[in-house]
């Protein structure tokens, strides 16, 4: 993944940021940026950039969250955790193992996007607290709390819902594993299973990526394409060839 820049230690955990991630930091401040232009708040430019950064930085803040949920877990169940790294996708956890039996995995695997979820409600109750009987997200009233709030239960809720998505290398994926493991008894077996699930997220992603993409929606459709791209990739490179 190219070089990364260490930011320190959490809870003894290393964290580090690649530096792909400053690709998704620009892209999602700029959409922002754009995204309130064109609505009826009205702010001025600076305010605009800035309650953008702010919003993108604590979206990265709770991708460290759900992060750190796997590798407290993982610590919990005495498997060593060398660091977690933050880069264009999102994060990985480094675990200095994998899990030895499928209850582990899937506590370590589940945790993560139930943490995003939390981390959704409590935001989205708290935007619900300030904005009582009101749905839409911007208005011309609408304070800057109010948005980085939105938009922090609308993005941790995505990040939870699609990484419960059972195709391995997501977090669903791994669910799905010991899930198959427990029944089955062979890791091989639903490592195969779950990469194969993995693939063919993949690919869909990738078709529906070029189908939004031709009706006009260029930037999602590009974006997701590239991640279904990159979920083929590790599925493939992941999937058992010995027998």
Known sequence: MGKSLRLGRVFGIPVEINITWVVIFLLLTYLLVNRFDASPLGWPVAQQWAVAIVTVVLL??????????????????????????????????????????????????????????????????????????????????????????????WGNLSVGLFNLFPGFPLDGGRVLRAIIWAGSGS???????????????????IVGGVVFA??????????????????????????????
């Open 60 to 153: 990265f803040l709770s991708v460290l969250a759900h992060e750190l949920s796997h590798s407290l877990v993982a610590l919990s169940r005495g498997i060593p955790v060398a660091g977690i790294t933050l880069f264009i996708f999102g994060g990985v956890s480094h675990l200095a193992r994998e899990p030895e039996r499928p209850w582990e995995e899937f506590l370590i695997s589940v945790v993560g996007p139930l943490t995003s979820i939390a981390l959704a409600a409590v935001a989205g109750g708290i935007w619900l607290g300030l904005n009582p009987g009101g749905w839409t997200w911007i208005a011309w009233n609408s304070s800057p709390v109010e948005v980085v709030l939105f938009l922090l239960a």
């Open 214 to 243: 031709l009706r006009g929606s260029l930037v999602d459709g590009v974006w997701a394409a590239i991640i279904g791209a990159f979920l083929l990739s590790v599925a493939t490179s992941s999937y058992p060839k010995q027998s």
């Open 187 to 205: 890791y091989l077996r639903a490592t195969r299973i779950a990469a194969r699930c993995g693939q063919g997220m993949g690919l869909l992603m």
